[in-house]
């Protein structure tokens, strides 16, 4: 079950998507969606919960990681916040993250790193 | 990451403008940002264009070949895309790739449901396959893909396809019209046009699984992976349209891996994820 979906841009701060909306899958319409969003407050903390447990992903990360295991010691009434880098190059940052992991050892897809997290979990 | 070949021939570059500046103005003003970016990108891969060597059969059509010979003794994985909407068609002046979001008018003007015409779909799967540890570890042996009418289409493992939809059009329109793709500069071919029957492409020991959400077995991908014998090949057909179902008689087998109707691209990940797991790809 997805609790929220927060996308942070580069110029123009945070917004919100709903787990239940269905977005527009082909790229044009996609685009004229994205005017109409609302934008939250920052910083993006604010919106998280409590007993939240925020995990950076990057290539660059020293910690390699399977995340089957990884996700398998965690607790029940935790909840993950997973943060992934949707640009092409470059790496995230961020002074909230409580970890910051590798989950293989090739390069990948902004895409294909939260299917890996979503099949892990 | 390096970027992707850009599109060969800045003559057809040249006619894509005039069509994207018919469309709204409104729709112009926002991806103008991003329009410079791909323009950057284009100039700096923009690449003479060689002409095309006329498509020959080699003797060894028949026997796939692999992309390193260390892999020959592992098992590999095969994917075939069926029923992808690849079409080409005269819009206008210029020959395009047809889709629901650019040919709506066309379409519908043609008694065609625009709906159908979703390359985007092949897109978003090929770059599933193609992204995935499990093909940068080596294990890929192919790419098919078998349009709706009947065309098929070999992808080799080591092609970069173009990230965004646009370029990707443009690349398979020309493979469409001169039935290959080549490396800059090599005779490699990266995507061809192959003749049919997809089966005699496909190793002897293999196994060919068809997925499809309206399968009466429904298993669990890491279980189902598990069941199969280490040294033999795989072979998964995913189909790539909106709707509807994939019948092939070439398919042992026939399996639902989830619950919900996945879409091509998610359903390739957990594919891709659950061999990545058998085969101890990080």
Redesign the interface.
């Known amino acids: 079950m997805v609790g929220a979906i927060y996308v942070k841009m580069d110029q123009r701060g945070v917004f919100e998507v709903k787990p239940h909306v269905r977005i527009p899958?082909?790229?044009?319409?996609f685009?004229?969606v994205i005017?109409l969003l609302r934008v939250v407050e920052e910083p993006i903390t604010r919106h998280l919960p409590v007993n939240s447990h925020i995990v950076g992903l990057s290539y660059t990360s020293e910690k390699?990681v399977?995340i089957?295991e990884y996700v398998s010691v965690w607790s029940n009434d935790l909840s993950p916040v997973f943060v992934v880098g949707t640009m092409?190059?470059g790496k995230v940052k961020g002074d909230y993250m409580h970890d910051y992991i590798s989950?293989?050892?090739?390069?990948?897809?902004a895409?294909?790193c939260l299917?890996?997290i979503c099949?892990a979990l | 990451?390096t970027r992707p070949f850009g599109v060969k021939g800045g003559r057809k570059r040249k006619h894509a403008e005039p069509k994207y500046d018919a469309h709204d103005e409104e729709?112009e003003e926002?991806?103008q940002p991003k329009k410079t970016v791909v323009e950057v990108e284009h100039n700096q891969e923009e690449e003479e264009e060689t002409p095309a060597p006329a498509p020959e059969d080699d003797g060894l059509s028949g026997i796939p070949i692999a992309p390193s010979a260390n892999n020959t003794n592992k098992p590999n994985v095969i994917f075939i895309l069926e029923k992808a909407s690849l079409e080409v068609a005269k819009v206008g002046k210029t020959y395009q790739l047809l889709?629901?979001?650019?040919h709506a008018n066309f379409l519908r003007k043609n008694n065609k449901n625009p709906g159908d015409y979703?390359p985007?779909i092949t897109h978003q799967s090929l770059?599933?396959i193609l992204?995935?540890?499990l093909n940068?570890?080596g294990r890929l042996r192919s790419v098919y893909i078998r349009t709706e009418k009947g065309v098929l289409i070999e992808v080799k493992p080591f092609v970069r396809i173009p990230r965004t939809?646009k370029r990707f059009a443009g690349v398979m329109l020309e493979l469409l019209q001169k039935l290959s793709i080549s490396a800059v500069g090599k005779r490699e071919k990266l995507l061809r046009t192959i003749k049919n029957p997809v089966t005699q492409y496909l190793p002897i020991n293999s196994r060919k699984i068809g997925l499809s959400y309206s399968s009466e077995k429904l298993v669990d991908m890491d279980d189902y992976v598990s069941t199969v014998t280490s040294n033999m090949d795989l072979v998964f057909v995913v189909g790539a349209m909106a709707h509807g179902k994939i019948e092939t008689d070439y398919t042992e087998d026939y399996v639902a891996i989830s619950g919900y109707p996945l879409?091509a691209?998610?359903c390739i990940?957990?594919i891709t994820?659950a061999l990545e797991?058998k085969w101890k790809i990080?």
């Open positions: 899958r082909t790229c044009n319409r685009c004229g005017i390699l399977d089957e092409v190059n989950i293989s050892e090739y390069p990948l897809a895409k294909y299917g890996m099949e | 990451m729709e926002e991806t889709n629901s979001d650019d979703r985007d770059l599933s992204d995935s540890p940068k570890a939809f879409s691209a998610y990940t957990r994820g797991r990080l």
